[in-house]
């Protein structure tokens, strides 16, 4: 399979404008879905917002499905769940909580990103529904970027926030990606490194 990689940099757009253009050269055209996943702070959520802007896609990120700071393995699996049905209930991080019903827009395309985003259930799950719509294929990328980077971005991003449960959580995802194998389940790697 051919996975290429490329540098991110702190161009996140720009490497946005060349996946986007890598998808667009595909011979079946830009897929129905690109689910995105990486650790924490590795520039998911940046290529995710460059992507579905250039695609005209709507987003599904993971970090609402979680029920808190120990959720991340909960989360990830309510991922399929929330992709077949078309529907979820979005944690509030504040009220600790899930609140609203949303419905995701059977007629866009749908960049999904998060930690936990690609698993076998979850891939399998955005493979029926891209089918179930009109077709179209599913685009899955692993964000990589070394952990004292990430750390930095992470905490630049969400400070204090984040800071107390930095550890725990990277516990989570270590153990989820044990399991799970995303890195195994990605058609493109990109190694995300600005310095």
């Known amino acids: 399979m051919n996975r290429p990689g490329a540098p991110l940099g ?11 253009g890598r998808l667009r050269a595909a011979e079946a055209g830009p897929p129905s879905i690109v689910m995105i996943d990486g650790r924490s702070g590795s ?7 460059g992507l579905a802007r250039l695609l005209g896609a709507a987003i599904l990120a993971v970090e609402d499905l979680y029920p808190g700071w120990d959720g ?12 077949e049905t078309g529907t ?23 960049v999904i990103e998060g930690c936990g985003a690609l698993s076998d259930a979850s891939v399998a799950a955005a493979a029926r ?12 990328v692993w964000v990589d970027c070394p952990a004292e980077e990430r750390r930095e971005r992470a905490l630049a991003r ?5 800071r107390p449960h930095w550890d725990a959580w990277a516990a989570q995802e270590h153990t989820l990606f044990a399991r799970t194998r995303p890195v ?9 490194e600005s310095r």
Do not use: C, M, N, Q
């Open 10 to 20: 702190a161009d996140l757009f720009g490497l946005a404008h060349r996946v986007h």
């Open 43 to 49: 520039g998911k959520t940046s290529l995710a917002a």
């Open 72 to 83: 991340l393995a909960a989360g990830s699996a309510s991922l399929a769940t929330a992709i």
């Open 88 to 110: 979820y209930r979005r944690y509030d991080w504040h009220a600790a909580a899930f609140t609203e019903r949303i419905e995701i827009d059977p007629a866009r395309r749908l």
């Open 129 to 140: 529904r891209a089918r179930g719509t009109g077709g179209g294929a599913v685009h899955t």
């Open 158 to 162: 969400d400070g204090d926030t984040f």
């Open 184 to 192: 195994a389940l990605a058609r493109e790697i990109i190694h995300a």
